[in-house]
């Protein structure tokens, strides 16, 4: 303990402000990151209501996509189920129009 206090008073106050100001820096730039996420994720704004904390809103964050990629998921195989519905009734339509058609001749 002793050795490591030696050489932080052996450092110049320049570096260790120049640590300070690259850290408060990445610190802002992570609150910004976070504040500009809080806006697009969907839950109560207002005067009234407290601001998510970090980790709340990480969370979620990740469960909306969660959510949205489960959405996504439904979505996809509905629209697989009606194309092939759709497929089949053209089929239908198309082997009654054949045999309409043979019964004409």
């Given at each position: 303990?002793?050795?490591m206090?030696?050489r932080?008073g052996?450092?110049?106050?320049?570096?260790?402000?120049?640590?300070n100001?690259?850290?408060r820096?990445r610190m802002?730039?992570?609150n910004?990151?976070?504040?500009?996420?809080?806006?697009?994720?969907?839950?109560?704004?207002?005067?009234?209501?407290?601001?998510?904390?970090?980790?709340?809103t990480?969370?979620?964050?990740?469960?909306?996509?969660?959510?949205?990629?489960?959405?996504?998921?439904?979505?996809?195989?509905?629209?697989?189920?009606m194309?092939?519905?759709?497929l089949e009734?053209?089929?239908?339509?198309?082997a009654?129009?054949?045999?309409?058609s043979?019964?004409?001749i």
């Amino acid at each position: 303990m002793e050795k490591m206090s030696n050489r932080m008073g052996l450092t110049e106050p320049g570096v260790r402000l120049s640590i300070n100001l690259r850290e408060r820096c990445r610190m802002h730039d992570l609150n910004e990151a976070l504040d500009d996420l809080r806006a697009v994720i969907p839950y109560a704004h207002g005067g009234s209501v407290r601001k998510l904390s970090k980790i709340a809103t990480l969370l979620l964050a990740k469960n909306h996509i969660i959510m949205q990629a489960k959405a996504i998921d439904e979505l996809t195989a509905l629209v697989s189920q009606m194309k092939k519905k759709n497929l089949e009734s053209s089929e239908d339509v198309a082997a009654e129009q054949e045999k309409s058609s043979k019964s004409d001749i």
